[in-house]
């Protein structure tokens, strides 16, 4: 074989080698385009965890039709219903999730059968909710497949709900006018409680806003820590860990995170409440039943949201604010719900309490905001 | 003896004009089409050269990133279209400077592929790049201007590179350094890149030509390229100054952006299709060809393994020699460029193929060949609609003149949902935002931690985006954030529980605006990065300049073409020549 032949085979091999190495073992961003795993291609289910991973790979890959074929179970229902339980009925946060990571956890295995828990960790646009899931994984000649737990939609009969609940519109000087501009007095608005807590993070500061007024509100804080000296250290807002929209005399929970600034820091704290007159209706009304505080190891409070009204409610926001036995705030913690709140159909909440704060809480309350598409202007 | 003769007879090159003439029937109805329009990143390049037609001597741009400064991406051809654009207009403007680098690739290739093989396949290989698969890709789909344009100058410096490290003419020397001047004032990553891939097989076919006879012993080739490496190094460290005082200053550290075409094309077979088959079109089909003769003909073994290296390096994540070989840079490139640039590589060889096949033929290779290339070519321009870089098409003349009315443009804005068009609103927008397509010239914290791209498609980076946009909207008061405008509906949830609220609407109710209350104006921000005047003045006249310069000094005319032709008997056209081949 001449120089040039042999040239020509080494490149070849070197190419095939290559790819064979890079598909193989593939970097970092490959495996992530890959769906965080080989989807299967070179990965047999020949155990549990490995039927359970491509599972986990084929959801992340949007797979669907893969992920329900690989089913155990996939005659016990179709898979719309496979891809509904894993996106949601209705419009909800879980209907536009991707799945940003997972998590397989081995909880029994035989020679035939095997339990595992599978942690997926779903990303939407207001941040990241997990759905744990008990799987039942059976063997099927030489390879593993998972039994699916459908959660199967609950179907409400048809009924007549009459709504008759309060309303508030504003008419505004014309079409032209923005928003902030308004010639109006602005609602009146009282912070009733304010509590900072320092935390590994960093300051937490946390409270109440009560509206006065008999006009609903459209309300947001603000928070600036001020140094011993009186010099401003740091300025945030309360975001999305306060619900916006009060009715007259509507209180409700606010947070601002300060990340890395220790209270030691802080000499004072300026609050400034913020409200301005907005149309408000007092529909749709969310029901919490039966909340429970359950105390550490774990603490948490789990509760049911119901929907009372007729429409869906599309994203539900949970805050809930908790005292201890002199009624003094101690916390404020927030979910948002997952799936939609369909008429009438509870749906559980679940809020993460820290465990060196939860052995003072004696008492807690719990309000509700709702997203509902289409609303208007 | 026969079949020789008639070879002999069939052997001309094909003329230039006629290539170039081909060149302008395929692009120039494509271009006066506007098709580019539709890409990734043709927006961005004419957002960048709208500055420069208002703010030629001050590269600080207010629109993007609450202020950034346009020093942080080469301006070559950003300032043409705008020169250009006094007579064109911006959008036209574009497509003539876009124009002129798929002519001058024409020229390049011919004049690159001279070095390595005879004229006839030279001009073969400008001819196939006219309908280069991986060119049409970049200049229709990604609309890569700034690559599409410094590739083609550096082809056309090369011969002279390689005219002054054999010869040592001085008059090669001086075009040399001015045209690669020039290229490296057109795009930073073909710079610092791309020219080691291209340059390094020409110095190394430069050692293996040179005669004992013709002054130009191994260290004279040594010294010249030491020379000519130190002398455009010192000029494009004077042309881009202000880039380089900015890469100092502000070195890149930001979260990396996840970028598909570091994926594995086997793994990730839709990503295999959009960086590699589309790229190299029916150019697969050669490349055992290319690997063969490549390694057997011994003058184009530089070139082959030029251009293998290139290849597996635009492959991306498929094997591991992007990662090894350019350690921290593989989280921070794209890889379609290198797909480009091997393309390029593969030219000279590719034109020895075809010239191969044509004189061997005739029509029965012609036919194929031309639909083949004709195939390549027209998918990858079809690309853009097949995939998309925006679902929908749709016109940004209302909200542009939403937010330059009423005073709307004291406070700053994002878009959530605009594509490619958040360049095509900053142009017709007074107002200011906080978001921004070019990547490497973000500072802002909230934009550069996370591993998100512009905050309009947040979503489509998943938790890294969507993070990015929460913190953005969490220190809405800081940036005087106030504006939301919203194509997407997707994102409306986290405005709502955020504290925005609906404003107004525009288009039929497609696009929304959303408000925050009590969100101070903007004010000017990030003034510790605005580059001084003088470095304005450079930036305005140096790159520019060059450009100019390379024009003028590319005019003086020349001896005598060298090349292939002088080359011992084992490099001359009949080595390369089909019919001998066949005979």
Known sequence: MNKGNLLALVLAAATVVLVAVGTVWPVKAAV????????????????????????????????????????????????????????????????????????????????????????????????????????????????????????????????????????????????????????VEAPHVRIIDMHPVNRAEGVVVMGELLNEDVVPAFVSVRATLLAKNGSPLASEGSF??????????????????????????????????????????????????????????????????????????????????FYDKNGQLVWVGGQYIDRALQPQTPVAFHIAIPEDLAKKITNQRTVVATYSSGSSL | MRKFESVATASRPIPLSFILLAAVGVHLPLLLMQLPLKSYDTNFHIFFASHYVHHWFNPWNAKWFAGFSQTTYPPLPQQWVAIVSWVLGLNMAYMAVQFAAILLLVVGVYRFSMLWVSPRAASFAALASVLLSSECFLVYSAGQLSTTAAAPIYLNALPYFYDWIRYGKWRSFLKAVVLFTAAAAAHHATLIFGSMLFALPVIVLALMDRKDDENSSASALVMRTVMIVLLVGAAIAVVLLPFWIGLIRYPITQTPIPHPSRANYILSPQWGVNYFIVPYGALILALPFIILRGAKVVRLRP??????????????????????????????????????????????????????????????????????????????????????????????????????????????????????????LAIMTDASSVDGESNSSRMLPELTRYGGAALTSAKYFAKPGLDSLRAMLAHSDRYGLKWVIVRDPYYEPLLYFAGWRKVDELDDKTITVWGKDGVPPATPMNASQMPPHWQGVMWGTLPFGSSLLAILVVLIPEKRRRGWQDEDPSTTPEDLNSGRMIS
């Open chain 1, 32 to 183: 992530f385009y890959a769906g965080g795993g080989k989807e299967g291609l070179l990965r047999p289910s020949s155990t549990p965890e490995e039927a359970v991973e491509n599972l986990g790979t084929q959801i992340r890959l949007l797979a669907w039709e893969k992920a329900y074929e690989s089913l155990s179970n996939k005659a016990e229902f179709t898979e719309p219903e496979f891809l509904h339980d894993l996106t949601g009925y209705a419009l909800s946060l879980r209907t536009y999730a991707t799945l940003d990571s997972f998590e397989v956890q081995p909880l029994h295995q035989s020679a035939t059968d095997a339990e595992m828990r599978m942690k997926l960790r779903w990303s939407t646009v207001v941040g990241t909710f997990q759905d744990t899931r008990d799987l039942r994984v059976v063997k099927s000649g030489d390879h593993w497949a998972v039994d699916w737990p459908l959660v199967k939609e609950q179907h409400v009969p048809p009924q007549v709900i009459p709504v008759n609940y309060l309303r508030w519109d504003v008419i505004y000087r014309g079409a032209g006018d923005d928003w902030g501009s308004q010639d």
């Open chain 2, 303 to 424: 070139l082959l393994l030029g251009f293998w290296v290139t290849f597996m390096i635009g492959l991306g994540g498929t094997t591991p020699v992007a990662r090894v070989l350019l350690g921290r840079a593989f989280e921070v490139l794209t890889f379609e460029r290198f797909s480009y640039w091997a393309t390029l590589l593969a030219l000279p060889i590719l034109g020895l193929l075809v010239a191969e096949l044509v004189d061997r033929f005739r029509m029965r290779a012609i036919v194929p060949l031309t639909l083949l290339a004709s195939l390549s070519c027209a998918l990858a321009v079809a690309w853009s609609t097949f995939r998309p870089a925006d679902a929908a098409n749709f016109k940004v003349d209302s909200v542009a003149q939403w937010l330059n009315r009423d005073g709307h443009d004291n406070y700053r804005y994002i878009t959530l949902g605009f594509g490619n068009k958040l360049s095509r």
């Open chain 1, 240 to 321: 999305d860990m306060i619900s916006h929209t009060l009715l007259p005399k509507q209180v409700t929970p606010f947070v601002i995170r300060f990340p890395d600034v220790d209270l030691s820091q802080v000499g004072s704290i300026r609050m400034q409440p913020l409200s301005v007159l907005v149309s408000a209706s007092a529909d749709p009304v969310i029901e919490v039943q039966d909340q429970k505080f359950n105390p550490a190891p774990g603490a948490s409070l789990t509760g049911q949201l119901s929907n009372q009204s007729g429409q869906v409610v599309n994203i539900a926001h949970v805050l809930s604010t």
